[in-house]
């Protein structure tokens, strides 16, 4: 053989070992039990010899075939010695071979000793196994978690009812390694780095550890520098603390809860340069070290306590055991075996536990009672508990001689004793506080000479005196009562039932054996777990999201979402909407609103303003978006602003990826201050973006151009330059425009650098961040198909989902999404016209939870649905309709685990397909993008039109829906109203010498003018019916509110007479007075604002005043109002025209405030105010557009209702720039001529009152009994075009 072929297979052989030792060490499914000795095994009982436990091997068929107890119920168990601590990887069971017996449902419990027992749970929650169908077939589970124990212990919870307990098993795993050291709480041991180790950028410290103490230091790291890692426990948590010597530097995380338990639990420190992760069993949190520490030698550490001990939150050592103590793959308790550390006291290299033998009381049904033999007057007990219940009883006795029974329970988290007799309290004693915080606590109750005393935690005391003899008749009862028909002892609990941990219990100064209570030797018990503490921590890790504040009692858990901008049974659901546009789309206006951009991922919700125009735009403010002035400066050469924002960084990224545009604008006033250099030079100012790299273009320019807008569009002052600032002029110019590029923005500082010559002067302004357009909430697919769908990654939400979307179709059922796993799946999908189902299993079972509505779905309009699964409960929400809360089973199956893909619109078998609109679709707050998959899939296009169906109601006061194809706009034509959603009034506060006229044209004069044809149209201006309404303000008496006029000096006027009541006055007919309709509604010149509706149908006239009735009248003069004219608000100033009692009223003009007003189809007061360059409207006098018509209430949903938000000071032009122009000076001087204006108009109002206090003379009728606005027998229809024929709408638009 050639030294070729050798090497050849010398390499073979060596690949051939490195595979065997990887598999050897990687497999660890070893059987354990079927070559175990019959001493290893121990049960409850055993029904005969040949039923013991040692015939409980998996497929034997010795003995009876397998072990069955004496009785079957569930205080059976079977145990099996390892012989060693073994790291266990599954668990195999089998019934009894030949028989009717198996079990089909078991737990599983672990131990190190053979008491305090541990169950394994699953997912943190379930801890029973399914177990056999029959006697033969073997089910085998792997476990999640390997545990590693030397002791088994198998504990049957249900069986085949037509059988009995019947069982064999296996289990498997492998050899556990183990090095272990014990401290007492005096000693400790230092390990010290070789000082010549090269320095790494990863260290790594594990270890476990074991303790029955519920404070004290693990270890305590140091480093060269001065930075410090302790590990510590502290009341049943462990701590880590870093600190920096001589520096404020101080950080402490808290990882884990009840490590008090005499079981081992896993620690892991891991450091890779400025990141720690701190892992307990586990949970991992991290901590971010600053940069500047990122570089440091561990040089010492220290295990058991010593150094560090002071700053340490428990002050005390440890005591207790570690294990397999690894540092940087180094073996830290063989380097202390072999004296390479400094030991200081008694540290030995074994772990010794004491036996702690505690009981649980889980039911309501719990209770464990036992014996009191001692003799004596003197009565001595005591005991240990733990529990997260506010109350319970602990421990309840009759007194001998028929002396009464006592209580001795928590109350409200604290110890209370009391002692009844005949129905009277005898001996009432309270002692501790906040006793349900899961931590041990003592109690001890002792009776001496007519003292009674209790003390809790060695330390608290209360004592009385009683005349009773405190002894107890024969039995004492703990936790809890047992059933009146199961036991015939007298014991009464009028209390709640204790749920949690007892141990340690002393009758007399002697400890209860509760082993020999557990094989039923004395005492009696029932649904109690011996020998373990079932105690669980709900709250670590907590499930509460968001920052929500967890508390917990025995079985269940509460979270406080208060103050965290979150709802839900975890705090999941973001209660604020995504973005300006979904608040828009609810109703609202401008305004301060906390958007949270991504729903229930972990961005927080950030108070943004809203500017609700056509365009929704969402304004992120900075810290200096005013105009800023730079001066020459010779002592530096540059400038630097950086502009905070108030939403933080991963706010902003968010808001920017989602909108379709946006914005900031960016300005540069220079004079003799040059800005980017061009054509050739390098640029003085430069502005920072959001990825820190520095742009030399400016506001209106491209990136990349160096250019400003001037440059861009060819038309900078000097056309050499591409920016006006850099021709260097001494006269002020400008370089504005706005900033678009999203990857850019926003501007997060700005260099500004000639500015140190002499005659430089400079200003700048960066304006607000602002973004429109939602990409998210307007991404929609139509699908035209049943067997039509998308399909996306699988969706993961093991511990939370929440699935939102709106929808819209004609068809009466189908799936709107589905995701299946192995077992698991989730499903959303209207199953009738009226109902949503969303239906899911977690391992439970599946599980429904439906809304039913009043209302058909089908109706194609869009649909809002909401639904939630977390831990605690699953909700399913529809529109505002009431919704529907399922809970989780308690202690079930808490991981949704699917794998296949999403499907929307359909499913995986393409049955029940959706057909209809499905948008917004969001998944744990991250958008779906329908759209972008709809291009390439069949049956499904992207987009879905039309939504006035669904909005068009938020156009109100007459405003009509226009569509678009992301959204809706309210056309406000044909209201008196204006804003986003016809909604803002349109007021102006007028003085006694302000007319508006809305002038007709003269129908002869167009007959002139104009054809045949089109004169034909305004020939006939007779109205049979108007419909006026207006909103008014004063206090002013008389006074013309609305004047009417005609071409035939008939007229219709809205009065208030000399009392403040409000009158409307015809005259129809030139031959006869005006008619006077007067109101019923008294006192309306209280200078309170009031709505008043006009409404005539040939003779019948109805007026309404504010909420008040409708009031009926009917005109017994002509009824047609020939060649309307014009319409007047305030003065009329062709007085001639008018007759003397309406001359009167107008000489005193208008005081006060007109809103809203409209007659028939046209809104004169709006056409002045907003169109008066485009209206037949001439103003005389002051008319000042106010507010002074608002009457409505702050939105709700607004942090801060604002409807406009101006960042100019002054406006800017070619002079020098407007810096601060708002003066206190100013302010002042307004002030004093706004009281002087006011106190002249009340001396008027005085007056005018009184010259006109006489008695009116004009004709007046009573009102007949009104009818409701909305009633049907209204004799004519309310809508301005159906009283003016079709030749007279054009007219009046």
Known sequence: MDSNTIEMLLQLLFIFQSITSSVCKVSCDTPLVSNLPPSAFRSSSELSNSHGPGYAKLNRRDGAGGWSPLDSNKYQWLEINLEQRTEITAISTQGRYGSSDWVTRYFLMFSDTGHNWRPYRQEDSI??????????????????????????????????????????????????????????????????????????????????????????????????????????????????????????????????????????????????????????????????????????????????????????????????????????????????????????????????????????FGNPESFLSLPWTASGEGVSISMQFRTWNEDGLLMTFDLQHHAGTLWLYLSETRMRLQIHKTGRIVVDVTAGVNLNDGQWHSVELNVRRGRLTITLDKSDSSTTSTSLPVVPDGQLFLGGCPSAEKHSATCRNPFSVFQGCLRLIHLDNSLVDLIKVQQMLFGNFSDVQMDMCGIMDRCSPSHCEHGGNCSQSWSTFHCDCSGTGYSGATCHSSIYEASCEAYKHKGNTSGFYYVDVDGSGPIKPQLIYCNMSDTVWMVIQHNN????????????????????????????????????????ELSYHCKKSRLLNTPDGSPFTWWIGRSGEAHMYWGGAVPGSQQCACGLQDNCVYPEHFCNCDADSKDWSNDSGVLAHKDHLPVLALAVGDVSRPDSEAAYKVGPLQCSGDNNFWNA??????????????????????????????????????????????????????????????????????????????????????????????????????????????????????????????????????????????????????????????GVTPGCPGHCSSYGDLCQNKGSCVERNDGFTCDCKLSAFTGIFCHKEVSAFFKPGSSVTYTFKDPYELSRNVSVQSSSIYSDLTLRGENISLSFRSSQTPALLLYVSSYYREYLAVVLNRNGHLDIRYKLQQDRDAEVFRSAARNLANGQLHRVSVRRSSDTLIIQVDQHANEVFNLTSDTEFNAVKSVIMGKVLESDELDPEMARVNSLGFTGCLSVVQFNSISPLKAALLYPDKSPVTVTGSLTESNCGSSLASNPYAAETTHTLSDHLGSVDTGEPIVNAVHSDSALIGGVIAVVIFVTLAVLAVMARFLFRRKETFQTQDPKVGKTEDSPETPFNTDPQNVINENQKEYFI
């Open 127 to 360: 801890g029973a196994f399914s177990g056999n169908s029959n006697a033969d077939s073997v089910v085998m589970y792997k476990l999640q978690h390997p545990v590693t124990a030397q002791y088994l212990r198998l504990l049957p919870l249900d069986w085949n009812l037509n059988g009995r307990v019947g069982l064999r098993m296996e289990a498997y795993g492998c050899r556990y390694r183990s090095d272990v050291v014990s401290f007492d709480g005096s000693g400790h041991f230092i390990y010290r780095q070789d000082p010549n180790a090269p320095s790494k950028d990863k260290d790594l410290l594990t270890l476990n550890f074991k303790t029955l103490m519920n404070s004290g230091m693990l270890a305590y790291m140091e480093t060269l520098s001065g930075l410090t890692f302790t590990v510590e426990l502290f009341k049943g948590k462990l701590l880590l603390q870093v600190r920096k010597a001589r520096s404020d530097f101080h950080i402490v995380i808290s990882v884990g809860s009840l490590l008090d338990d005499q079981h081992w639990h896993h620690v892991s420190i891991e450091r890779i340069r400025t990141l720690v992760n701190f892992t307990v069993d586990k949970t991992t949190q991290q901590i971010q070290l600053p940069e500047h520490l990122s570089h440091y030698e561990i040089n010492e550490i220290s295990f058991g306590g010593g150094g560090g001990l002071q700053k340490s939150h428990s002050k005390r050592n440890f005591h207790g055991c570690l294990e397999n103590v690894i540092f940087n793959e180094m073996n830290v308790i063989d380097r202390a075996k072999e004296k390479h550390v400094t030991i200081t006291g008694d540290v030995s290299f074994t772990c010794t536990e004491s036996i702690d033998v505690p009981v649980t």
């Open 625 to 664: 978006t005013e105009l800023t002035k730079l001066r020459s400066s010779s002592e530096t050469n540059q400038h630097l602003a950086h502009f905070n924002y108030s939403a933080d960084a991963e706010q902003i990224q968010a808001i920017i990826s989602q909108a379709q545009y946006c914005e900031q």
């Open 781 to 938: 697919a139509y699908f035209n198909k049943e067997t039509s769908y998308l399909h996306f990654p699988t969706f993961h939400g093991e511990l939370s989902a929440d699935i939102s979307f709106l929808f819209k179709t004609g068809s009466s059922s189908g799936v709107f999404l589905e995701n299946l796993g192995i077992k698991d799946f989730i499903r959303i999908e209207l199953n009738s016209p009226n109902e949503v189902v969303f239906s899911f299993d977690v391992g439970n079972g599946p599980l429904e939870v439906k809304v039913e509505t009043p209302v058909a779905l089908n109706d194609e309009r869009w649909h809002h649905v909401r639904a939630e699964r977390n831990v605690k409960e699953a909700s399913l929400y529809v529109d505002h309709h009431p919704g529907s809360v399922q809970k989780a089973p308690v202690d079930g199956h808490i991981h949704l685990q699917l794998n296949s893909q999403l499907f929307v619109g359909g499913t995986a078998s393409r049955q029940k397909g959706f057909l209809g609109c499905i948008r917004s679709l969001k998944l744990n707050g991250k958008t779906l993008d329908l759209e972008n998959r709809a291009k390439i899939t069949p």
